[in-house]
């Protein structure tokens, strides 16, 4: 056997230990990428569990997700007020109070909104910027996105306006807004009782039609507001409605609160 240098148990001068074969880079990037992409193949085999990962119920986004349990929360609503009728029916019938009481009982619940009123009214409808918005007017500088969308304090601004104006009743979307209704937006996205809206935003009011003109266009806050109607677009629409009957609160009206733990 030849004990040269390229043999592998020997060194050059028969001692000591041998140089090991020199493998080319080639290979080793070769079965890198080979090792890598089975390691690909493996965790999204382990990910999707046979199943087709896009269509999968479980990754829905978070969008979807609320969207489903607004749509849930207005069938338990409708559900909840459907119930509620016909308990106050049976109450009615067969609870041996006086016509006085009765009539005490029913001004109570008209004060706190849950039940249905009918009146003039006026709706006021809100709307984000149309796409592409620019400055309309000179002087004024280019839009920064927050310039072209309603945001939450612009809906608190119409709804206190209303209600300064001697509103009976204001209904937001297609929601009646009572004592611990809030108005609170997310994104650009309207949160209001479980229930999520996108724009355009109506809010109603039932009462007198001039004191709630006269209450919107008095608002410092709109005036504010109006200002980005006029320059950058945003939608506003005053409208006369007529009689109009607004639904009663179909809610729960207990008050929730955080409590400490422990």
Same mark, same amino acid.
């Given at each position: 056997m030849s004990n040269s240098a390229d043999s592998p148990g020997t060194g050059a001068t028969g001692s000591g230990p041998a140089r090991r074969p020199r493998v080319k880079p080639v290979r080793v990037l070769t079965a890198a990428v080979f090792a890598l992409a089975g390691l690909i193949f493996f965790t999204s085999f382990d990910t999707a569990k046979g199943t087709d990962i896009r269509q999968d119920g479980s990754l829905l986004k978070l969008s979807d997700l609320i969207q489903q349990r607004s749509r849930k929360?207005?069938?338990?609503?409708?559900? =909840?007020? /459907?119930?509620? #009728? @016909?308990?106050?029916?049976?109450?009615? @019938?067969?609870?041996?109070?006086?016509?006085?009481e009765d009539e005490k009982l029913g001004g109570l619940e008209k004060g706190a909104g849950t039940r249905k009123l009918t009146g003039k009214a006026v709706s006021v409808t809100l709307n984000d910027a149309p796409p592409g918005a620019t400055a309309k007017l000179p002087g004024y500088p280019e839009p920064q996105p927050d310039y072209?969308?309603?945001?939450?304090?612009?809906?608190? /601004?119409?709804? =206190?306006?209303? !209600?300064q104006g001697g509103a009976q009743g204001v209904k937001v979307m297609d929601q009646r807004l009572i004592s611990?209704?809030?108005?609170?937006? &997310?994104? =650009?996205?309207?949160?209001?009782?479980?229930?999520?809206? @996108?724009?355009?935003?109506?809010?109603?009011? +039932? #009462?007198?039609?001039?004191?709630?003109?006269?209450?919107?266009?008095?608002?410092?806050?709109?005036?504010?507001?109006?200002?980005y109607? =006029? +320059?950058?677009?945003?939608? !506003?629409? &005053?409208?006369?409605?007529?009689t109009v009957t607004l639904p009663g609160y179909s809610g729960t009206v207990d008050l929730h609160y955080a409590k400490p733990v422990g």
């Open positions: 929360n207005k069938q338990l609503d409708e559900s =909840n007020a /459907a119930l509620r #009728g @016909s308990v106050e029916s049976l109450a009615e @019938s067969d609870d041996g109070s006086t016509r006085a072209l969308v309603i945001h939450q304090q612009d809906l608190q /601004a119409v709804v =206190n306006a209303l !209600w611990t209704s809030a108005v609170r937006c &997310v994104g =650009n996205t309207l949160i209001l009782q479980g229930r999520v809206y @996108s724009p355009p935003y109506k809010i109603t009011a +039932v #009462g007198d039609p001039g004191r709630l003109k006269r209450a919107l266009a008095d608002s410092k806050a709109i005036q504010t507001y109006m200002v109607v =006029n +320059v950058y677009g945003l939608g !506003w629409k &005053v409208t006369d409605d007529g």
